[in-house]
């Protein structure tokens, strides 16, 4: 009986270093997730490690925690925002992959690993950017909604990129880009006809039926099903539950749907989520390359914030307001992770390339939610609400 329910007790002692973490992170003014991942990487040197169960809680924290973030979208500021926000990915893909590209060059003198190393720096992490803009009530602002709609972006962006290296460094290997733009065209025509649809039902059955009880039941499943859709098209599961919210805010059951599934995700599924991040830390291999990782770390977040903020200034924005979306694309986690173990696996990369993105991950991780605290701390009042444009 013991070691069948022994999930019970690792849940319960996740649960109980979140809200401490949490606690004590906040008493300090920094964000609940930074210290969730911190009480993470604390239990992985506990040797606490994940287990498949604690996987598969965490895949549906990050899953619940991007379908909020798009039940919090508005869909015209959204739609008004795709010019800036595809600048904001074009300047967040270029020039990160462009300048880890000839650093690693520089560094290592390989052509496949200078090329996979920059792909792998192109990927955004933003559910710990959405985590710490809906903490500071900032994810609403024109600056968080760019954020989002430049993530999803650099997402696919970085796909397609991922492709052509794979296809570059070892033929044969994985999909053809063709394949791959055919998958990403697929998925987006079938969340565009089920939104469609979705929009125009929920509308029809409004003075018809009472679908209050079991209306967040089956925006769960609509959620869940355009994840896994996503996920086996080569497009992050991630994309297709942020899509599943954006439907369902067009729906007149947006408020409902949004204040229950955050009552469930934030109490026990996002908790345990970014726990897992810091457990799944390995530090001794992010130490071991603390040479090659210094360098990697500093194009990086360089590339990001130089590509991401350029982006933003020549869409419009503030330089202040293009420092915040510039800070919001830098964490890295498990995309960058993925790409990462896929180069070790075709031996593109090396284990000590592998433990430099480690080390990536680890800092833009726990950097990221002060850093942005602090971009958005002085002059609160600048940040524009949304709906309201400014040049």
């Not at 929920?202 to 925006?219: A, E, H, M, P």
């Not at 799944?280 to 991401?308: E, N, Q, R, Y």
């Not at 933003?312 to 990462?340: C, D, N, T, W, Y």
């Amino acid at each position: 009986m013991e070691s069948s329910l022994s999930f019970l007790l690792e849940i319960s002692v996740i649960l109980a270093a979140a809200t401490f973490g949490g606690f004590v992170s906040k008493k300090l003014g920094q964000p609940a997730v930074l210290g969730q991942i911190l009480a993470g990487i604390f239990l992985g040197l506990l040797s606490l490690h994940k287990t498949e169960f604690v996987s598969h809680i965490s895949e549906i924290g990050v899953i619940f925690l991007m379908f909020i973030a798009g039940l919090e979208t508005d869909v015209k500021e959204l739609m008004d925002s795709g010019k800036s926000s595809s600048m904001i990915a074009l300047g967040g893909v270029l020039m990160p992959g462009l300048l880890v590209f000839g650093g690693m060059y520089l560094f290592t003198g390989s052509l496949a690993i200078a090329m996979f190393m920059g792909v792998v720096s192109t990927a955004t992490s933003v559910s710990i950017s959405v985590q710490t803009l809906r903490e500071m009530n900032q994810l609403r602002t024109k600056q968080g909604i760019s954020i989002l709609g430049a993530a999803i972006i650099d997402d696919i962006v970085g796909i397609i990129l991922l492709t052509f290296v794979v296809a570059a460094v070892n033929p044969g290997e994985g999909n053809s880009i063709f394949e791959t733009l055919r998958n990403i065209g697929l998925f987006f025509g079938v969340a565009a006809a089920a939104g469609y649809g979705l929009t125009k039902f929920s509308k029809f059955c409004v003075g018809r039926f009472n679908l209050d009880q079991k209306i967040v039941t089956y925006s769960i499943i609509v959620c869940f099903i355009l994840a896994f859709l996503s996920e086996e098209l080569g497009v992050a599961a991630i994309t297709g539950s942020y899509f599943a919210g954006v439907m369902f805010s067009m729906t007149p059951h947006r408020h409902k749907v949004s204040h229950e599934v955050n009552r469930i995700a934030s109490v026990f599924f996002t908790p345990v989520f970014f726990v897992a991040i810091g457990m799944g830390v390995d530090l001794k291999a992010a130490v071991s390359a603390i040479g090659l990782g210094g360098i990697f770390i500093v194009l990086s977040v360089l590339g990001k914030l130089i590509g991401c903020g350029l982006g933003a200034r020549l869409s419009g924005f503030s330089v202040r307001h293009a420092i915040q979306i510039g800070v919001g694309m830098i964490p890295r986690a498990e995309v960058a992770i993925i790409i990462a173990t896929l180069g070790v696996k075709l031996d593109v990369i090396t284990d000590r390339e592998m433990a430099a993105v480690i080390l990536m991950v680890v800092v833009t991780t726990l950097t990221t939610p002060s850093m942005l605290k602090m971009a958005f701390k002085e002059k609160n009042d600048d940040s524009t609400p949304q709906g309201v444009s400014q040049a």
